[in-house]
């Protein structure tokens, strides 16, 4: 099979976003031996034979008290692909996190880019720190996708053109939108991922109201639906807490 030049690839859109668990090591008896070890020192480490579920007490203890450093001890690690817009909101999150992102300098972009689906909400309404986002019309939306669209090809077309005359890959990707798709691994810990989400995610048992932007909302989505398997017992412990990270 020979690949496709990039010469002859056409912009693809997409209005969705990928998040792939790709490894881990976290379960809620991470949790609970970190916790221990402050009253029965090396025996602590018995808890990763036991049943957790005989201890969900203590996870929402520490939870509920905001007793937050047993809740490092795990690591998951996601592949993620959407727009960069979203890995630049992503990355202002640090303590826990750790990121590598595909480079424009070392290989050639592909042209898929972000187009909003139609369950997007286009239209903001109100002051800032007060508005609220409402549907748009069908002429917003086919306006939206167009100017988008169009713009996204003459962008892509400018950076072949770039590339073709011998200009080097991390100048001409200059020219390109931050709708363009890229892809990152994002290694956290359960600590650092409640965070994320109090922040980045609406939810109806939220303590404090967050207002992201969707799609990074779509991303957390994503995200938490892979972590509440991994440890349901903490999961349900932040949630019944307010969603607000220990």
């Not at 008896?29 to 007490?57: I, M, N, W, Y």
């Not at 187009?115 to 720190?129: F, N, T, W």
Request: glycine fraction near 6%.
């Amino acid at each position: 099979m020979t690949e496709t030049p990039a010469e002859d690839l056409k912009p693809t859109f997409r209005g969705d976003v990928s998040v792939e668990l790709v490894k881990h090591s976290a379960s809620d008896t991470d949790v609970l031996f970190a916790a221990r070890v402050s009253t029965v020192g090396e025996q602590s480490l018995d808890e990763l034979s036991k049943d957790p579920a005989r201890s969900k007490g203590l996870i929402n203890y520490l939870m509920r008290d905001r007793h937050g450093s047993p809740f490092e001890h795990n690591s998951m690690t996601f592949l993620i692909s959407a727009p960069i817009f979203v890995f630049r909101e992503f990355m202002r999150h640090r303590v826990g996190w750790s990121y590598n992102e595909e480079s424009g300098r070392y290989r050639e972009l592909e042209p898929v880019f972000y187009v909003p689906d139609a369950d997007r909400k286009l239209v903001q309404e109100g002051r800032p720190g007060k508005y609220v986002f409402v549907e748009g019309t069908q002429a917003q939306q086919e306006l939206t996708a167009r100017c988008m669209e169009d713009s996204y090809r003459q962008a892509y077309e400018a950076y072949q053109e770039m590339l073709a005359a011998g200009v080097a890959r991390e100048v001409a990707r200059a020219v390109l939108p931050v709708g363009l798709f890229s892809s990152m691994y994002a290694t956290c810990n359960a600590r650092s991922l409640m965070h994320f989400l109090g922040l980045r995610t609406q939810h109806e048992m939220a303590k404090v109201p967050s207002f992201p932007q969707r799609e990074i909302e779509m991303v957390g989505e994503r995200m938490e639906a892979e972590w509440a398997q991994l440890m349901p017992l903490t999961y349900a412990a932040f949630n019944a807490n307010g969603r607000v990270a220990p």
